[in-house]
């Protein structure tokens, strides 16, 4: 399978994570549902990761790598503190939308800090997406 096909399932399973969690966090905070949900992706990213990987390998992960990745771990779970609660207070159909604006942010973080060079389909793309997502999710939401 090559990225576009991880890539699809990746999109398939954060449609799916956003319904299943909408009735989830119906009748609790959406701070302990968030945790709840993190603990399931813990157990099962540890569990692919040591059968996955070469014994040792964590042993040999740089430092800058550590530094990123808890970056990154950090700005996951802020995302999904925040992506919970606004699933407890919104509909599914207008809170998802919005959360996939993400993408625009990240094609703009990387132009700035990676320095990829966005074409003008490429822009052209963004300015889609931010047209439908104000469409798709509400005009009174953006």
Known sequence: ???????????????????????????????????????????????????????????????RAWGFLIASGIATGLSWLCYFRALQLGEVSRVAPVDKLGLLFALLLAAVFLRERLTWPQWAGIALIVAGVYLISGKSAV
């Open 1 to 63: 399978m090559n990225w576009l096909h991880w890539s699809l399932l990746s999109a398939l399973f954060a449609g799916l994570t956003a319904v299943l969690a909408k009735v989830g966090v119906a009748e609790i905070n959406s701070h302990l549902a968030t945790a709840i949900r993190t603990l399931v992706v813990l157990v099962i990213t540890w569990g692919v990761a040591l059968v996955a990987s070469p014994a040792g390998e964590l042993a040999k992960v740089p430092s």
